[in-house]
């Protein structure tokens, strides 16, 4: 097993042993509450295409009241915090999403983006090799990390 994919195969086991605090950890699902379509999370993703990320913040915890098991609003509720400078919030968000859902592509790519943000070059790197094993092919997600970690290490 080369070095690279130990460190890959590591970080995986970290991101599911890492214990967040109580508070960042996903509460018991509601499931009556819970609905297919969710106003409050639609109108959160269209906010952050509006780049109105505070506003879009409340929306997903709402969102995630109802349903705690949703990873993409855990994902996009990283993201508006990190846009926000809230890293640590962040961080446990997107753990949180890779939590339910350990192969979602966006909140590695935007994990690896706060790592590289908060000065872990190293960690975003071993969550890109990460992405290269889970698709190898065409693959946005890894694609815009991959990019954001030259653009990284061109500018330093």
């Avoid at 906010?47 to 990873?71: C, G, M, T, V």
């Avoid at 872990?120 to 997600?141: D, G, N, Q, Y």
């Amino acid at each position: 097993m080369t070095v690279s994919l130990l460190r890959a195969a590591l970080l995986a086991l970290a991101v599911f042993l890492a214990a967040p605090p109580a508070s960042a950890m996903p509460p018991e699902a509601d499931d009556e509450a819970a609905t297919v379509e969710d106003a409050d999370y639609e109108r959160a993703v269209a906010l952050i295409w509006a780049e109105e990320f505070a506003e879009a913040e409340p929306l997903l915890q709402a969102s995630l009241k109802r349903d705690p098991r949703n990873a993409d609003a855990w994902n996009y509720l990283g993201f508006v915090t990190r846009k926000q400078g809230k890293f640590a919030e962040a961080r446990q968000y997107y753990l949180n999403a890779l939590r339910l859902d350990p192969g979602h592509l966006q909140a590695m790519e935007y994990l690896g983006e706060l790592y590289l943000e908060s000065g872990e070059a190293e960690l975003a790197m071993e969550l890109l090799e990460r992405l290269k094993v889970l698709c190898p092919a065409e693959c946005e997600a890894r694609d815009a990390l991959a990019a954001a970690i030259a653009a990284r290490t061109a500018t330093n």
